[in-house]
Each structure stands twice: as structure tokens, then as C-alpha cells.
């Protein structure tokens, strides 16, 4: 069974960066489609960015233009780039294989204050 560990979230200040990872116990990125998702205390999870198996990208319209989600094969993770955050970014985020999913990591939590 594969895991998902996700980790890099903090406490930032609104308009500061951070990079998250999220590392597979094995080689998957190569044939799937990734995606990193949010959720914020009382919210539905919702999809924050996704990456092909050839490297395509995909954005919510809440992210597009601040996040880059990208991928090494090689170490078997997946990042997010997170910049200009806001306080409306602070959620838990979690990654997952956006077909067939896998078992869900702890999340990685994200705040960003005002």
C-alpha cells in the first residue's frame, strides 16, 4: 500500500511563501495524475492543484498565479510552491492521486496570519 507523508506548512505572515512536499513510499508520480487539496476548518476539501504524469498543470482560480505545484520522479514527491499567501489559504493540505486514491496522509497544516 502506498503513504503519503506530507510535510512543510507553518505559521506565515500574509504575503510570505512556503513549499510544501508531499513524498510517496513508492514511484507514482511518473503514471498518475497528482493533486494537492485544502480543507479549512468547517469546509468541504477542495482541489488546489493538480500534475500529470507528463507535467501538465492545473490551478484553482483561487491560486492560479501564486502556486506551483511540480514533481521529481526521482525522490518520489510532489511539491507546492506557495507564494503571496493569504489568510484564506490557511487550511490543512494534503496530497493524493486524483483517480483511485490512495490511503489519506496526515495533511500538512498552513496558517497565515494577518
Known amino acids: 500500500q502506498v503513504q503519503l507523508v506530507e510535510s512543510g506548512g507553518g505559521l506565515v505572515q500574509a504575503g510570505g511563501s512556503l513549499r510544501l512536499s508531499c513524498a510517496a513510499s513508492?514511484?507514482?508520480?511518473?503514471?498518475?495524475?497528482m493533486v494537492w487539496y485544502r480543507q479549512a476548518p468547517g469546509k468541504q476539501r477542495e482541489l488546489v492543484a493538480s500534475i500529470t504524469g507528463d507535467g501538465r498543470t492545473n490551478y484553482a482560480d483561487s491560486v492560479k498565479g501564486r502556486f506551483i505545484i511540480s514533481g521529481d520522479n526521482a525522490k518520489n514527491t510532489v511539491y507546492l510552491q506557495m507564494n503571496s499567501l493569504k489568510p484564506e489559504d490557511t487550511a490543512v493540505y494534503y496530497c493524493n492521486r486524483l483517480y483511485q486514491p490512495y490511503p489519506w496522509g496526515q495533511g500538512t497544516q498552513v496558517t497565515v496570519s494577518s
Open positions: 513508492r514511484n507514482i508520480f511518473s503514471i498518475s495524475t
